[in-house]
């Protein structure tokens, strides 16, 4: 569903991804793990089409990224850091929007949105404004904003940064969901390493914009030594073990990327 050959993408002559391959399966739930700055971002952007790639090539679901972006755009649902609801608009007239802007034909748009805001466990509020929304119901609306088209592969950049264990866990539950219910091949980046444990049926780590590891959970964790062996090693073990000094200036992210992910559990808690 999405097969990445040497994607590179530079700024100046800085590498901020460089040489990335990969295959996502259909209906897999794969995760990106790697410190700030480390390109994760920037990756999703290329594979969304926000982004130009410098080099290399790639494709998702069967349409290839730079000669047919329209035909990416339209097979894909992308829920970024950022905000991407508009707080002065109710739930409803939000999916609206998106309808008219992914082409839902008109006799369709009123049963595809009651149907994704049931979906997402937020028809009780579709007529309230946004901005009354709590973090866990403004993510579970753009989930909603995301899939109203019904896209093959969805993108999710830090999807639970911000919210609260228990919102944290719908957000996981519908994910799984989704796949449960459409097959949908789901691509996440993440800082908490439970939920890359739960969720993800194979991880990639990216170090210094390169992929330095890639397995399932389990066998990534097997790859790292531990001292205790009853207990094994743990997914926190595995980032640190890959990212080598994750404490480094060149790991910790710029203030651009602390600001972000700032702004976004500010928005959300």
């Known amino acids: 569903m999405i097969e990445i050959y040497e994607l590179t993408k530079r700024f100046g002559s ?7 391959s990969l295959t996502v399966e259909p209906g897999e739930v794969f995760g990106l793990l790697g ?42 649902g992308y829920v970024p850091q950022a905000l991407s609801v508009d707080g002065t608009l109710t ?12 082409g839902v034909p008109r006799r369709q748009r009123l049963e595809r949105i009651h149907a994704a ?28 904003q995301a ?3 019904r896209p093959p592969v969805l993108f999710l950049d830090e999807p639970t940064v911000g919210l ?22 789901v691509f996440l980046t993440t800082h908490f390493m439970e939920e890359a444990d739960v969720l993800c049926d194979r991880i990639a780590m990216l170090y210094q914009g390169q992929q330095v590891a890639i397995g399932t959970p389990a066998a ?21 073990h890959y990212t080598r000094n994750s404490l480094s200036p060149e790991t910790e992210g710029s203030y ?14």
């Open 14 to 20: 800085k590498p901020a991804v460089e040489g990335f």
């Open 35 to 76: 410190p700030n700055g480390a390109g994760k971002s920037t990756l999703i952007k290329m594979l969304t089409t926000l982004l130009p790639a410098s080099s290399g090539q790639a494709a998702i679901a069967g349409y290839d990224l730079r000669r047919q972006p329209n035909g990416v755009q339209r097979s894909i």
């Open 91 to 102: 739930g409803y007239e939000n999916l609206l929007i998106l309808a008219k802007l992914y």
């Open 117 to 144: 805001l049931h979906y997402v466990g937020l028809e009780s509020v579709a007529h309230r404004l946004v901005n009354t929304y709590s973090g866990g119901m403004i993510r579970r609306l753009e989930m909603a």
């Open 147 to 149: 899939t109203l088209h």
């Open 164 to 185: 609260d264990p228990m919102a944290r866990k719908t957000m996981w539950d519908l994910i799984l969901q989704l796949r449960r219910d459409y097959g949908t091949t």
């Open 220 to 240: 990534l964790k097997a790859t790292v030594p531990h001292s205790n062996a009853a207990l094994g090693a743990t997914m926190d073990d595995v980032f640190i």
């Open 256 to 269: 651009r990327d602390t600001s972000t992910t700032r702004r976004t559990a500010q928005r959300l808690g």
